[in-house]
Nanobody, 125 residues
């Protein structure tokens, strides 16, 4: 059973930056595709960013492209989400997810095997 623990959320102002971290409990992380999703109140969970297991290729939702960067440190079993130029509409609970089978970035939440409990990001205007 893989455990994922997110950290780094908080309350910031529009235009500020935050870096989220997600630590995985097992070395399976190194051969897994990782993703970040978010869910705002009353909305469905949506894909934010992902990084593949094979070549580290990343993929982003249009709403965050150019502002967010996903990266991974396989030595630390950790994936990061650097969020710059934050907007009030980025306010949500952010979740990281892991899939051990896929070789490409997955954008559907139903395709991921394991999930963290989430970290709250609130951006005030």
């Amino acid at each position: 059973q893989v455990q994922l623990v997110e950290s780094g959320g908080g309350l910031v102002q529009a235009g500020d930056s935050l870096r989220l971290s997600c630590a995985a409990s097992e070395r399976a992380f190194r051969t897994s595709t990782m993703g970040w999703f978010r869910q705002a109140p009353g909305k469905e969970r949506e894909f934010v960013a992902g990084v593949s297991r094979t070549n580290g290729r990343s993929y982003y939702a249009d709403s965050v492209k150019g502002r967010f960067t996903i990266s991974r440190d396989n030595a630390l079993n950790t994936v990061y989400l650097q969020m710059n130029s934050l907007k009030p509409e980025d306010t949500a609970v952010y979740y990281c997810a892991l899939d051990r089978l896929s070789t490409v970035v997955l954008t559907s939440s139903s395709e991921y095997e394991y999930w963290g409990r989430g970290t709250q990001v609130t951006v005030s205007s």
